[in-house]
């Protein structure tokens, strides 16, 4: 079982940018296909972006695309969301999530997914 931790939140101005990383632990990060959703208060989670398990395909919610980029390092067991020209609709709790089953491709579905991270708070003010 792989334990996920996320960490780079914080607040930041509109059209600033942040860099989220998913640590993870127990497990190779390469095993799994690596998804990053959020939830603002009073909205349901969401699909943001996410990456298949050697970083071949991904893909991305209409809303960042082109804003938002999600990479891996293996190396360092990470998986990253660099975030730029945020706007306040951006800001949530951020979660990483774990896919055991997917193979090549990058899920967008939040049932897909098995293990999840405890989240990090993006704050963008206006």
């Known amino acids: 079982q792989v334990q996920l931790v996320e960490s780079g939140g914080g607040l930041v101005q509109a059209g600033g940018s942040l860099r989220l990383s998913c640590v993870a632990s127990?497990?190779?990060?390469?095993?799994?296909?690596i998804g990053w959703f959020r939830q603002a208060p009073g909205k349901e989670r969401e699909f943001v972006a996410a990456?298949?398990?050697?970083?071949?395909?991904?893909n991305y919610a209409d809303p960042v695309k082109g804003r938002f980029t999600i990479s891996r390092d293996s190396a360092k067991n990470t998986v990253y969301l660099q975030m730029n020209s945020l706007k306040p609709e951006d800001t949530a709790i951020y979660y990483c999530?774990?896919?055991?089953?997917?193979?090549?491709?990058?899920?967008?579905?939040?049932?897909?997914?098995?293990?999840w991270g405890q989240g990090t708070q993006v704050t963008v003010s206006s």
């Open positions: 999530a774990a896919d055991e089953g997917a193979r090549y491709t990058a899920p967008i579905k939040i049932q897909e997914y098995d293990y």
């Open positions: 127990g497990r190779t990060l390469s095993t799994y296909a």
């Open positions: 990456i298949s398990r050697f970083g071949v395909n991904s």
